[in-house]
């Protein structure tokens, strides 16, 4: 998040400020489109964090709620061998399925940036 927040230039903070723009739209104009490639970026890395965090996650544990991990392990432990292959197949499937949707929102971020500047740059 440091490196997102120095990437913004402090002249394009100011000239929200010389145009007369509140802080809100110095944010929302400015500041928001360059940072946004790396907020995707840091909230799928907490993701893929959390879905390899087992220890802390441990303890939230009652016998109403069971996180996937700790399902897969009572299944093991109980002989269903199987299910519980499958089961962690799906949590693998799903740390998939968030990685290629991180690409593809830092893709789709990049091509409306540059779709921007060329724009910019016709007028």
Same mark, same amino acid.
């Given at each position: 998040m440091v490196a997102g927040i120095r990437t913004v230039p402090k002249s394009l903070?100011? /000239?929200?400020?010389?145009? *007369? *723009? /509140? +802080?809100?739209?110095g944010l929302r104009? #400015? @500041?928001? +489109? @360059?940072?946004? +490639?790396t907020l995707v970026a840091v909230f799928f890395f907490l993701f893929m964090r959390s879905m390899v965090t087992l220890s802390a996650v441990i303890f939230l544990i009652t016998p109403s709620l069971s996180v996937g991990a700790v399902s897969v392990l009572r299944l093991d432990q109980a002989g269903f061998t199987t299910q519980a292959a499958a089961f962690s197949v799906c949590i693998m499937l799903l740390v998939l399925f968030a990685m #290629? #949707?991180?690409k593809l929102t830092l893709i789709w971020l990049e091509s409306r940036g540059r779709n921007t500047v060329a724009r910019a740059d016709a007028t």
């Open positions: 903070e100011e /000239s929200v400020t010389c145009l *007369g *723009g /509140s +802080p809100f739209q104009d #400015a @500041i928001l +489109p @360059i940072m946004l +490639p #290629a #949707a991180m």
